[in-house]
Structure formats: C-alpha cells, structure tokens
C-alpha cells in the first residue's frame, strides 16, 4: 500500500478510519507509475481524473511518483488547557488521612559492627518505629540504589511509600534529604480523540495545572473500532501503544515545565478512558472488543508501574487503571458517574458522555443501568463529507434564514470556513429542519427558491458556504448521505435513552435531570439538540453540562481511597444493557431516525416552534 | 591499561583478582611500544627482562604490540554432572499440598452476549469455582495474550499459579490445552566458583537432571572482595550480574536439553549464594559488603520474575533468593543448615562449608551461632603460586618419603602436573610437617639431605615436581610465602571455630559432630586436614561430609513451603558473630598459625603421629 510505503519513507499519511478505506481522507495523487486502486470510495470521477487514489487502498506494482496534500492540522488550543484554576477540591481532603501516596522522613542511626541490619531493614525499622507503618515491600529497582543513595545522604533519607493496594506498603523511592515539602499526582482521562492530564499537589489536593492535546493515535483511526483494526495488523498495537504514551508524556512533560517540577516528582497516577483507550495503553489484545461478543481481557485492570507502560513520570509510580464494565463501557463512564453524583442522586438521573462514542447512564443512589450505542463519531465530523473536528476553520454554529434560506455562520477562529464540526452540524440540521430545508425524514427539498439546495454527486445537498468564501476552494455542502449518517446517529443515542428506560419499567418522561458530559456537551446548544431529537424535551433547567467528567473522577480517586474504592462499587452495582442484537433496540433506532422522533408527542417543545412557524 | 584495551578489542584476559595487581596471573608480554607498569607484584626479574607486565596494572604509552599467553581453561567435567540420580527425595512430597506452583486446567464456558463477563474474570469463576482458589493477581505481560490464547485454545486452557506469596495467588501464564502432565522448577547454588543447577520434576519431587559450571564471573576475580571491587568500576556490576546469568542460563539449557524440555517450561526457581553472590545476581550495588561495618542492602530479598533478572526460564517464573544472615552469612549457609540438619540436631554441631569462603554454624536444636573467616580461596589454588583450582593436571595428592623426603604425586587426569589445587595442598601441607620439611611454624628446614630443598627468588621452597616431569616447563614448587597463606587460612578457620565455642561458653572439645559442605569437602582427606589443623581433632567417624548443602538446600525450599519458611526461621534464629574488628579472634588466629597448633593438647592424634615418628 502507499501507505505503508510513506510510513518507511517517514511520510505521515493520516489515515483516519485505521487504513479500512472508509473515510477518504488519506488521498494522494499518483503523478507517474502504475498503481492499482483496490477500492476509491469518496473519490469523484473528477478526483480520479486528477489522478488521486487512497493511500491505504492502493497497491503500488511500479515506481511510483506520489503527491502528498497537506495533512490536516491539529491546532486548536483546547480549551480545557487554562482551567486549572476553575478546578476546586472536590471533598474535604488531608493527605494524612486520604491519600495512599506519602513521602516519609527518616534519620537512621548509622549501621556498626554491633548493629549490621542490613540496609532495607534499618529503613523499616525506622519507618516502623516513626511512623508506625509495617511490612514493607520493596522491589528490585528501589533496592539497586538503596545502599548508595542512604550512604550518600548520610541516612538522612526521604522513602516514598504507596499504599494503593491495602494488603502491603510499597517502596517506590528512597530521596536523600528531606523532600516531604512537596508530592504530586497525575489524573488523566485518555479520550479517543482527546487526552487530557490533571497535575494535582497532592498535600493541597488541588489541581495546579492541566494540560490536553489530541490523542496521538487519531491519525492511525478516528474512532474505537479503525484503532482495533489498525491494532490487529503488524506492529499496530505497539504503534498505537507508544502514540498514546507519548501525547501522555508530551503533556506530561507541559505541565511539569509550567510547575517547575521534573516529571519524575509525580508518583502516582489515575487514567481513565474507554475499555479499548485501556487495553491499547497496556498492551493488550483489544480484537474481541469489537467482535461479537464483545469481551474484554479485563474490566479491573492489574495496578502497573510507569515503567512497564514507558510512561514518563516516576519509573515506579503506580499508575491506576480505573475499573470500567465492558467492551463499550469504560471507567471513563464509572469515573463520570462518580464525579456527576448520579450514584447518589434521588432524581431519575440520565447521565450522557458525549465523546467520540455514546455512552449513558441512567440511575439514582438505588440502582444504575447503563448502556453504549455504536453512534460513531459523526458528531466530531467524521463520516460526514465536509466534516472536521473542532479546529479553526470549522463552522461551529448556523443559522438559516426561514424566507431567503441564507445561512448565517460562525467559525472558529474567525477566519474563512473549512468545514463543519459537531455543534455546527448540530445547529445546521436543526436550522434546516425547522426552516423546511429538509423534512422530518431529512430529505432535502430541491423545489425550494434558493440555488444552495441542488442536485449533487451524491444525491440533493444544501451549500452552506460558496467556494470563494471557503478556504479550501470547494462549496461546503451537506449531503443527503450526511444527513442520513447524521440522523443514524442521534437515532442510535435517543433509542439508548428509551432502552435504559424500559429496562427499569420506565419512559423517557420519567427522566428527571440530564447530566452531560464530555468536552462536547460544553458546546452544544440545548434547543438546537432538542430540535433534531439528540436529547429529550426537558425543561431547559433540568440540563447540566459538567464538562470533563471523566478526567474530574479520575481526580477525585487520585486524592482519596474512598473515591477510588467508590468507582469500583459503582462498576459492580452497574447493569450494563447489550443493545447489539437486541431487535427492541432496532425498532428504538426506527423510530427515532426522523427529525425529531416519529412521535412528536415526545418533543412538545419542538412541535410547538413548528406550529409557530406555520401559523 | 591493557586489559581494558585487550577487553575492547574483544580478547579476554583473565584477572583473578579483579584486576588489583594482587594475583599476577593476567601477565602479558609486551613484545613493543611504551608501557608503564605500575605494579609488578608476582613478576620476576627474569619475567620483566622477558617483557612480561600485569595487564591490569600497565597503562599503555604508546601503540604496543602485546603477546598474550594462553589463559588458563577450565576443563574438569564437574563432578555434580552425573549425580541427579544419587539425589534422593528428601522428605515425603505431594505437590498438590506442599508446593506453592501449581497449573490447573480449566474448561471455560465461551461468552455470549447473555454473559459478557471479561476474560479474566471468566478464568478466575472457573478456577474458583473447579479448584476453590480466589483472588487471582494478574500482571501485564499474562494478560497482554489471554485474549488470544483463550480463543485459539477454544476456551480450554491450563493456568499456571504461583502462590510464593502466602497473601495472593499470581497467575503465572495460560497454556493452551492442558499441560498438566508436566510441572519443572529448577534449584540454583551460585558459588564464587562453581555455579549449580538441578532440574526438578515438581509433580514428584525427583531430581532429574543437575550440571555445574564455573561462576563466569570467575574471570573477573576469584573471591567475593575481587568481585566487589571489580563491580565497583564502570560497568562492572552489569558485567559481573551478566556473566553469572549467563552461567546459570547456560546450565539452564544444558539440564533442559537432557530432558527434552524448553527452559520456558520451567516455572520456578530457587537460588542460594553467598550475599555478594545474590547481590550481584539481582544488581544491588555491593560495595558496603566489603567495606566495615559489612553491611548489605539486603538479607531477606524480594521475590523478583525471572524477566527481571534476564534469567532464560519461564519469564514470569517466581524467583525466589533465599534469606541470608549477613554480609558474609549467605542463604548457601542457612540453606546447608537446613539440609544438613544441624538446626534439628541433638548433638552439639560444627557445620563448616567450605569453599571460596570460610563459613561455619554451630548449633543443636536449640541454638545457632555463626561465623565467617576471611580466609580467602587459598585452599581454592588463589594466593599460592603454584596454586591452581582442582582441573586437569592439578595435584591433588601428595606423599613424602620419610627418608628420601621424594614425594609421589596424584595428578587430576592422570597426565603431567601443571600445579597443586586444595586438597593437593593440603596433602602437601600435612606431609611436609609430619616428615619434617616444615617444623611447627611453616619454615622449610634448608638442612635436608635433598636437593628438593633449596633457596629460591620467594625465599625457601620445596620441588614438589622438576620442570621436565611437568606440563609448564617450570619446577612446580612450594615458597615459604605460599606455605604462609595457607597457614593463615586455616588458622582463620580454626579460629573461627574457637570464637564460636567460646560465645556460647563451650570449648572445641564439646563439638560432638562435624558436618563439612561445598564441593571441596568430598575431596578432604581427614587425617591430612587434622594433621595441619584446619579441621579439629574429633575421631574419624563424627566428620561426615555432605557434598553440596547449598543446592541441597535449595532444593528443599524448591519443594515444600514449609521448608523455604525453615530456612527464614534458620536465618532469623541465626546469631552472626562479626570477628573482623574482634581482638580475642587475632589472638585465636595467632595461636592457630602453627601446624597443627601452639596447642598440642587441642591435637592429640597429630601428637601421636609425631611422637610415632620420633620413635
């Protein structure tokens, strides 16, 4: 493949669907030589003409002259980058009290010829007769320095101790001197597209930096499955293995830097992230993930030191890895359950994580049952024509004129448009739904008196922005087959809420409050989400938006054991509904792939705004 | 220096003693170029005019061209090789109750949909649930392949689980099928010199292959200090722990080919050594060993993987290094107690192994007391100039006509001598003394009717062998210098024995049995050690020697549970005695330093050999 080739060459094709020839977007233009194109989805006759072909899709059988087009970038400055300070301690917190990670300060009486306890065991008992802690267990990496480092700091020595798992006391270092004036943790919340690290001083419990960038592995697959794929073949689960440390060390390293600390001073770190995010960190086989099915190695993951992941924090810090339930419901969700208070709720509380997957809850402190739908990640642009993530250029909010059917648009950035992104999909169908751009089926009415509704390649489009006001040169559409993929997958999100409510001998209506996290619930409009039938018609002040919930109880488990012992009850007490093959899911999806729901009764709101513009 | 240059261009030079300029047996010939010699220790005027220079001790000037003679090879076929069927199963054995490894097979019911439990939870229900056994601790390198390893193997797989640690049980690796018919672990004795292995059949307790080598580290010194103070330089600790891995896994491969077994199929491993060896084995720096107050890092080590020290048998294999006592009280000591029985004794019991090392118990089943002499490998051929250890063309026993004062000579191989090794020496020692070419204090009676008897370069020597009867060309002969190493040895020894008695208020003459370990043990002829003083006057039939208690003892703890928790109890019971800084031992070492004694009363039977003699 010519993919494969510019990867040895050191060329970086994205491939975003992980190399299945899915999403089009690794094209290249073959200039010269003989290639063969096993497959050109999402390559026009034009494009062919051109001479483009798919990267990951195309057999090289000759010397081969190849143009790559600039790939795209990742620059938007994410904005969960300057929070830090936004982040209160969430509970009462004393690092005596809570924290399993402690820096103890000893003097050790010298050894002698009449008292030759060796090394380990002088520093045990001096711990033991200080601090009264007993039965230390210490491995090899400590106990290569140990003599040097006690006699170099003439046995006046700092140990570090973690006491994670509660049957031992672990050493993890021995510091010379006295270094108890500072201890710092890390939490980290791994999403398919974007990791974000917590730096939190752990004798304040406050989070004193944060940092996120995307997910290095984006570029070899968008979404959970084009990563599994791109695992299976080769070296893919290595590849992605050291993608997804290295944006954890790069950020790492960021906040470290701003706090003046070396990223070895952090000795304990919590991750969060989907089932397959964790299987991929550690190197596990994450194939029976997305087969049926649908298994995981491991729910609870063992505790592993830095080392053995190649993270760049302390060598021997234990980095924690939060207990999740399922293939497709990670400890991204129980770390969210945790942080949103939905466990003790006395409300019907729905809780949604709007990622790059769908994951809900729906529960009160008495009972939690949840579930996944395979939504794909059309909300973050993928599998939509002129989709893109939120990055600058992208069209983040629409509006359309209900007579001259003009948009009006935001951008990020503020310059020229280059795509649409989430919350301007959003926006976009909802605007053309209640402007009569499209019906309840989504169709596009090409009888309207407007040349931005037309006939495309693929099927009646509307142009949102002409080409010579875009940045790339080409009208931004929306396509029938990205409405469609659109509607699929709010559809497969609003049936999810109906199958959870079924389960507990509920309806949608009994729903009391809506929590939502996930960076993109921060953007999205309520009634625009509404409008399309993303989320049910509630009161608007029963809608919460949390922000990263995810990387917030990975927060509150890094501070306290009760946290940590807390997502672990939260994974064992939550039901988890497989929707897979459940044929009441598919007639839930049916239903709900109109514009809002074939049963308006349960969007009054939206039918009311429909009323208002007919009258 | 040179033998930095040699090591670089990949030619091995040979330093015994660690490349101290003590030993004299890494000299090369310096055929051209500038070379200055900063010791020339052990060197002749002769050998200097012949171009001879220590290569750990020249440091080049200038480019050289150097001959290097042939190092010495290590040759004898050990004679632990051929013993594994000798080795009798020392107690009853049932694996099922007495060891802590264990594989279990299990048929797993496959997930469906219904039942969406993780792989390894589904594993530990059916362990659980066929075998009764919980709480099953899994590390990333075991589960990295379950997902795989349970499909291909159709849900039908063996566990193999490792239960060291009474607190948990850890998963070891999952087979596919069921691999139950087998079960191996090997028992390790890590000598200064001579390193040991027995392949075990952990099903019925039978060992089923053993082989020894030379310790690979032999080559960068020939005792523990060498070794420290090699280890202390540059690289020199990976080297040193390289080298005796290497040794071991070469073993490991040899035992296993015999058997017709892959190394990875051995799943346990127990290993004793003296503490610098353990040290060195795991990468602990070992310099506060040989440096007062003799401190180690530590005596109980951790339980570490055979990954973690680059063993070659199963990766995730526990391998456990038994408790030691002090810096020169190893787990090869507690471990011959424990197989010699001393601790259970009834009797009071002297235990002496000797080896490179001089250590010694005293005890009965009430007490135990414990010392180390620093007597150096003189009996090991180290410190004697025509010293060597017991390999082809070693004598390794000698006569002395009463009359003629002619010797008649044994030779190892049966071919022409090369020099003495221990028992040789001894031997030597004993018959000197008795027929009058030594008196009491080691000096060489230069009177005798012989020419064997005459004034050399070191002072008085005795011919044992003239140059044109040998293998080397050279008169082999014993120097008044060599005769007072050997002295000091034994008097350390002896002294030794005399301390321990004394601290528990008792004198030699209450020793009621004399246990006597190590290799070099079986080779010691009884009366000749009496004759010289380096084992006490007790009647012939309370010695009984023991062959390798180390291994012996390793074994046992391979075995059974309660056997490895003997020897923790052995080594926490164990009362070390730290002579060094110690005046009553000098003046015990002082009054040894004569053959057999200054205290004819502690030697009745040499006393009537002499006044035999005189008759």
């Known amino acids: 493949m010519i993919s494969d080739a510019a990867a040895q060459a050191g060329i970086d094709i994205n491939v975003p669907c992980g190399g299945q020839g899915r999403c089009g977007r690794c094209a290249v233009i073959v200039e010269s030589g003989t290639a063969r194109r096993r497959s050109t989805i999402r390559l026009s006759a034009a494009d062919l003409e051109a001479g483009y072909a798919l990267a990951c899709q195309t057999v090289i059988e000759d010397d081969l002259e190849i143009f790559v087009p600039p790939q795209e970038e990742i620059t938007r400055h994410l904005t969960t980058e300057k929070t830090a300070a936004k982040i209160s301690v969430p509970f009462e917190y004393d690092w005596r009290e809570h924290q399993t990670i402690a820096k103890y300060f000893v003097e050790m009486e010298p050894p002698t010829l009449g008292d030759n306890t060796d090394d380990l065991a002088r520093l045990e008992r001096e711990i033991a007769k200080q601090y009264d802690l007993r039965g230390l267990h210490a491995n090899l990496h400590v106990l290569q320095t140990l003599a040097r480092t006690v006699r170099d700091a003439e046995w006046r020595v700092t140990a570090v101790i973690d006491r994670s798992e509660i049957e031992h006391a672990r050493l ?27 730096l939190v001083d752990l004798l304040t419990g406050e989070v004193v930096e944060t940092a996120a960038d995307y997910n290095g592995q984006i570029r070899r697959g968008e979404d959970v499955i084009s990563r599994i794929i791109f695992a299976s073949k080769g070296n893919g689960l290595i590849e992605l293995q050291s993608l997804v440390t290295g944006t954890m060390n790069r950020l790492v390293e960021r906040v470290s830097a701003r706090r003046k600390i070396d990223p070895k001073e952090i000795y304990k770190m919590i991750v969060v992230g989907n089932s397959t995010m964790i299987h991929i960190l550690l190197g596990l086989t994450p194939d029976p993930i997305r087969l049926t099915p649908y298994i995981t190695t491991v729910n609870h993951p063992p505790l592993v030191t830095a080392n053995e992941i190649n993270l760049g924090i302390h060598p021997q810090a234990p980095v924690d890895c939060l207990p999740g339930v399922a293939s497709f419901m990670g400890s991204d969700i129980t770390a969210g359950v945790l942080s949103s208070g939905t466990h003790h709720s006395d409300k019907v509380t729905l809780f949604l994580d709007i990622g ?23 909300f973050e642009g993928a599998g939509v024509y002129h989709g893109m993530r ?79 006001e875009t940045d790339i040169g080409k009208d931004i559409v929306i396509t029938k087959p990205d409405v469609d993929n659109l509607l699929r997958a709010k559809a497969a999100i609003y049936a999810g809420y109906v199958m959870l409510a079924q389960s507990v001998g509920m309806t949608i209506n009994d729903v009391e409050q809506m929590l939502i996290g996930g960076s993109f619930g921060q953007y999205l409009n309520v009634e625009k989400a509404i409008e399309i039938g993303l989320i049910p018609d509630l009161p608007w002040e029963n809608f919460h938006f949390l922000g990263n919930t995810a990387a917030r109880g990975a927060y509150m488990a890094l501070l306290r054991r009760d946290a940590r012992e807390e997502i672990a009850d939260i994974a064992k007490k939550m039901t988890y509904l497989e929707l897979a093959a459940d044929n009441a899911f598919t007639d839930q999806f049916m239903a709900a792939l109109f514009l809002p729901h074939t049963d308006m009764a349960l969007f009054p709101s939206v039918a009311k705004v429909l009323e208002g513009k007919e009258e």
Chains 1, 2 share one sequence.
């Open 356 to 378: 790059t997957n769908g994951e809900m809850v729906m529960g009160t402190s008495e009972w939690l049952v949840s579930c996944a739908c395979s939504a794909g990640p059309a």
């Open 390 to 468: 939120a990055t600058t250029g992208a069209i983040e909010e629409v509006w359309i004129n209900h007579k001259t059917f003009e948009p009006t648009i935001r951008v990020i950035g503020g310059g020229k448009s280059r795509g649409l992104c989430g919350s301007g999909l959003i926006s976009l169908m909802a605007e053309m739904f209640i402007t009569g751009v499209t019906d309840k089926a989504g169709s596009i009415n090409l009888n309207l008196p407007t040349k931005r509704v037309r006939q495309g390649e693929h099927g009646a489009e509307y142009v949102i922005v002409w080409a010579e």
């Open 172 to 198: 993890v270092d021995v510091l010379p001197g006295d270094k108890t004036d500072s201890l710092y943790g890390a939490a980290v919340d791994i999403g398919t597209t974007t990791v974000t690290v917590y």
